[in-house]
């Protein structure tokens, strides 16, 4: 039995609109590819498979798997025929399932229309206006963890929102899973790096929301990645049999830059993609059919000229709409990422690559988006400030996609009528009955006048966000959590801590 809870009420945001545990998509993805084009791809990532392969490294145990389906297994290659990964994933993969929150108002939808928005993981560095750029600890993982708990278009709390390098790096997960499950009432990332950090996860979900329900419902999620081009480690695959087996979501996710590691051209990075994550998503289907999985696609470009990875490029906005209608034909859902920038500062370079970022998996119709939030450098810094920034363009996106209102209310008719020619409706009852939710009113632009601006400090975007992010963690309401498994959970992570030394903090 599931021994889950807080209130269960949702908050409200400044607009006056609900927060809600995902966003309803009410306007269609937007296709980028003909049909003729999406078969053209997957013939291409068939002849991958079949021809060239995918390796799975140092894990005989997925080898002997793929012998017992029919795959051709050479040493540790495997090669697949044309459409047995589209037939086993079709028949097996669920198209869309629930994530389970603690707080069931925050259980998260994944697949259909939905679309959920997670927050920046993995940075070992963290940025804010008063320090600067710093190596992060356990105490900044605290501090976003309640950050994002407190932002209503942000849906899911994540999992490394940040690498607490303070902590010995062969335990720190374990601290991070505590965090998440005591800061936030939201669903949150299992930790991804290998079977017996995957199974601590899962013997911390099971104290949570017992073991029972862990056995019939999604209370997880996993990131598997492939080491582009075509190869997965055991490290990844570990983590990867460890949740299938426990019925838990697993995004079979490609992690490429084009021309390093994919071929420098959006047709032949998306063919390569679709093979692999097609090849990860198969594994999971034999380990245990019926397990929910993701297409993944972290495709993004780099300089020709430099080497360096790049954002928000035009490229990058085609893979991920290709890669929507690629999973949709697949019949699974698509996890992406949102809001990436190489930028130093959330500055103009980040949110201009940020939001076409945000705005491509938004209309790519994917429904798990990771990185909607902070995310700065290429991926090494999470900020605050930028955090704060994103929230509002999260907020934004969630309000379009939603659609256009026709209520009769909406309509406004009787207003017009009741106005007439010439007139204004500043006054009017509509007006005053509407004027808090009709429009989105984002907490971080400034919209006042020159005069009034230079009067406040002339602060820019960032300045104001900094004064956010801190307005918002003195808001931070503590969801609670039942002293009883409290306590099973601190003494699971004592125990699993005492079994082994310390290792490298970095």
Same mark, same amino acid.
């Given at each position: ?8 009420k ?18 269609g ?5 003909? =049909?003729?084009g999406?078969?053209?791809i ?17 894990d005989?145990? !997925? ?25 086993i ?69 994540g ?13 720190r997960?374990?601290d ?18 290998g079977a ?8 911390m979900?099971?104290?949570l ?21 075509l ?21 079979c996710?490609?992690?490429t ?8 051209t959006?047709?032949?990075t &998306?063919a ?10 198969? &594994? ?25 990875? +790049? ?5 990058a ?7 929507? =209608? ?14 990436l ?7 103009g ?8 970022? &945000? ?8 429904n798990v988006?990771?990185?909607?939030t ?11 400030e ?44 509509? +007006? ?8 989105f ?17 002339? !602060?820019?975007?960032a ?8 307005q918002?963690?003195?808001?931070? =309401?503590?969801?609670g ?16 801590k005492?079994?082994?030394p ?5």
């Open positions: 039995m599931a021994r889950r809870g807080t209130s269960g949702r908050e409200t945001q400044g607009a006056g609109l609900l927060r809600v545990p995902y966003v309803d998509r009410k306007i993805p937007l296709p980028i590819l003909s =049909q003729e999406l078969e053209l997957e013939a291409n990532a068939d002849r991958i498979l079949l021809e060239t392969g995918m390796e799975f490294h140092d005989p145990e !997925l080898l002997e798997i793929f012998a017992k389906a029919g795959c051709d297994v050479d040493g540790v290659r495997v090669r697949f025929e044309p459409g047995f990964c589209r037939k994933i079709q028949d097996k993969a669920p198209s869309e399932f629930f994530q389970h929150a603690r707080n069931p108002m925050n259980t998260v939808k994944m697949g259909g229309n939905a679309s959920i928005l997670c927050p920046s993981w993995g940075p070992p560095f963290v940025h804010d206006l008063d320090r600067g750029r710093r190596y992060a600890t356990i105490e900044d993982f605290e501090t976003l963890v309640k950050l994002h708990h407190t932002m209503p278009w942000l849906h899911h709390s999992g490394v929102v940040c690498e607490p390098v303070d902590l010995p790096a062969n335990k997960h374990l991070m899973l505590y965090h998440h499950i005591r800061w936030s009432d939201r669903a949150f990332m299992g930790a991804f790096i017996e950090r995957a199974g601590h996860a899962i013997d979900a099971r104290i929301f017992g073991a029972d329900f862990v056995a019939e419902n999604a209370v997880l999620y996993c990131v598997a990645n492939t080491n582009a081009p190869v997965m480690d055991a490290n990844m695959s570990g983590a990867l049999k460890t949740y299938a087996r426990a019925g838990q979501p697993v995004a996710t490609p992690w830059l084009t021309g390093a590691m994919s071929p420098c959006v047709a032949g &998306l390569q993609v679709l093979a692999e994550t097609m090849a990860a998503m198969t &594994l999971v289907q034999l380990i245990n059919p019926g397990a929910p999985c993701l297409m993944g696609s972290f495709a993004s470009t780099m300089s020709m000229q430099s080497g360096a990875p +790049t954002f928000g490029t035009p490229e906005g085609q893979m991920v709409l290709a890669a929507g =209608q690629l999973a949709r034909r697949l019949g699974v859902p698509l996890h992406t990422v949102g809001t920038s190489a930028s130093k500062l959330p500055d370079q980040s949110q201009q690559e940020g939001t076409w970022g &945000l705005m491509m998996a938004m209309f790519a119709g994917a988006i990771n990185h909607a902070g995310w700065l450098e290429g991926g090494l810094v999470t900020s605050f930028k955090t704060v920034i994103d929230g509002d363009l999260c907020g934004k996106l969630a309000r379009f996609f939603d659609g256009i209102d026709l209520s009769e209310n909406a309509q406004a008719m009787d207003a017009i009528a009741a106005t007439g020619p010439g007139q204004h409706f500043l006054g009017s009852e509509h +007006t005053q009955a509407n004027f808090l939710t009709a429009l009113r984002p907490e971080t632009p400034d919209n006042n006048s020159y005069e009034q601006w230079e009067m406040t400090g002339k !602060l820019d975007t300045q104001r966000a900094n004064t956010l992010w801190k918002r963690l003195d808001q931070y =309401q503590d969801p959590l039942d002293p009883d498994i409290d306590a099973q959970l601190q003494n699971y992570i004592a125990a699993r005492a079994e082994a310390d290792m490298e903090y970095f």
